[in-house]
């Protein structure tokens, strides 16, 4: 089994930076796909940003304000953002792909952090 915990939401004024973690731990042998998404009240879950094999993609609205990126060593993936928005107010979710010591790949989500950005 795998468990991915999110860290690092927070309350923060518009134009401030926040970095979220997300440490996976358990039965890896290999994280494939890793993905950010954030949620807001109401609606449905939206793809931020993410890392795959094909390279680094991002949201529209994201675009050169957040960065993810990955520590192989720790299985740890980060979501650097910048200059917030009142709009990035949301629950962000960290989500992988994770194959494990026997073989088998499986989705995996964290429960989510919440980051609220103030104008």
């Known amino acids: 089994q795998v468990q991915l915990v999110e860290s690092g939401g927070d309350f923060v004024q518009a134009g401030d930076s926040l970095r979220l973690s997300c440490a996976a731990s358990?039965?890896?042998?290999?994280?494939?796909?890793i993905n950010w998404y954030r949620q807001t009240p109401g609606q449905q879950r939206e793809l931020v940003a993410g890392?795959?094999?094909?390279?680094?993609e991002y949201a529209a609205a994201v675009k050169g304000r957040f960065t993810i990126s990955r520590d192989n060593a720790k299985n740890t993936f980060y979501l650097q953002m910048n200059s917030l928005k009142p709009d990035d107010t949301g629950v962000y979710f960290c989500?992988?792909?994770?194959?494990?010591?026997?073989?088998?790949?499986?989705?995996?989500w964290g429960t989510g952090t919440l980051v609220t950005v103030s104008s």
């Open positions: 358990g039965d890896i042998a290999q994280i494939n796909v």
């Open positions: 890392i795959s094999s094909g390279g680094t």
């Open positions: 989500n992988a792909n994770i194959r494990s010591t026997y073989n088998n790949d499986g989705d995996y």
